[in-house]
């Protein structure tokens, strides 16, 4: 590979880097052509971007980053491969189901919410995650609760005090 090549790989993984907020590495070595065609294909439909990176060449992407990734250093050994995502528990998910038929992909690390999860044993905790989205949703649905409660108990209380004043009015 030529200098130029690794210049213009590097740059494209710091844009990479730079673009989403989470990023998985994974080992999907030992995958036949047909199941890293499904792996490729489970990517595409939940909007993750999947690379296959020289380990040297992702290290200066990440050194180039201006983030701090030391930990990461210790994981890029055997074949890397990169999750890209917008979601911080999607790769994780998918990871998890994908393994539920085949022995990889291996999580090396995962850098999620500004946070470094480091082994495959994380895996569990990065597909259980709440998402952005989610987490807003949950909040939203406990804001609305107190505020639909009162409604409900005005609406409600609303009907027998029209009965007790209609019923007032007739006694006299």
């Known amino acids: 590979m030529k200098l130029e090549e690794k210049i213009a790989i590097v740059d494209d993984l710091s844009e990479k880097l730079e673009k989403y907020a989470h990023f998985y590495l994974t080992d999907v070595s030992n995958l ?3 199941e890293t065609g ?3 294909r489970k990517c595409f439909e939940k909007e993750i ?3 296959v990176v020289k380990n040297t060449l ?3 992407a990440l050194e180039k980053s201006g983030k701090s990734f030391e930990e990461l250093e210790g994981v890029l050994k055997e074949p890397t491969s990169v999750m890209f995502c917008e979601t911080g528990n999607v790769p994780g998910k998918l990871i998890r189901e994908f393994r539920k038929k085949h022995d990889r992909p291996l999580l090396k690390a995962a850098y999620v919410e500004e946070s470094l999860y480091v082994g495959d ?3 569990d ?3 259980s995650l709440k998402s952005r989205d989610e987490m807003i949703a949950e909040v939203m649905l406990i804001l609305q609760s107190p505020a639909k409660n009162v409604v409900s108990a005005l609406q409600s209380g609303g009907g027998k005090l029209a009965g ?3 019923t007032l ?3 006299e």
């Open 32 to 34: 036949d052509s047909a």
């Open 38 to 40: 499904e792996l490729r």
């Open 49 to 51: 971007k999947l690379v």
């Open 58 to 60: 992702l290290k200066r």
């Open 121 to 123: 044993d994380q895996l």
């Open 125 to 127: 905790v990065l597909a």
């Open 164 to 166: 007790i004043v209609k």
């Open 169 to 171: 009015s007739e006694k």
